[in-house]
């Protein structure tokens, strides 16, 4: 059986050294690295904007999905909405607010309740004086990312 020879070993020729490189070869091979390393940072720098970018996406879409499963278990407490517009909106003189045909048995508030088939479950629209203060499921969301992100 033959003597065991490590691969290394055998790869290296330890009694020849290695050809020196002319000093054009090692310039060339120093800007070809400069090269690689700046596109290697133009690389990471692009991928990380990319990142920065989907942060805000993604989150609304990690909202949504979590909103969702969550008021499939209970839905949005359309009453306590009502009473915190009223109050905040107080000054503007609210007249109506309009809901989703879904919601609108689920509660009373004083004000004339109107439905809009065009709003969708936990939206809410109060109508007021001059004119309306849009409150619907996806602006507050938006809203509540939009909080998230400038507090981050």
Sequence with gaps: MAE???????????????????????????????????????ARLAALEAFERAVPRLLAA????????????????IDRLVAVARKRMAAEEPVAVWVASDDAP?????????????????????EVRDGEVDARFALRVAQ?????????
Excluded: H, K, M, W
């Excluded at 004339?112 to 088939?117: A, E, F, N, Q």
């Excluded at 509540?144 to 981050?152: D, K, P, T, V």
């Design 4 to 42: 065991f020879v490590a691969l290394a070993a055998s790869l290296l020729d330890r009694d020849s050294p290695a050809p020196a490189a002319p000093p054009d070869e090692l310039v060339q091979d120093s800007s070809a690295l400069e090269d690689f390393v700046d596109s290697l940072a133009l």
């Design 62 to 77: 990690f909202a949504q999905d979590v909103l969702a499963r969550e008021l499939t278990l209970a839905p949005v407490d």
């Design 106 to 126: 689920r509660f009373s508030c004083g004000l004339p309740v109107r439905c809009d088939p065009a709003l969708r479950r936990g939206d809410l629209v109060v």
């Design 144 to 152: 509540a990312i939009a909080a998230a992100l400038e507090y981050s």
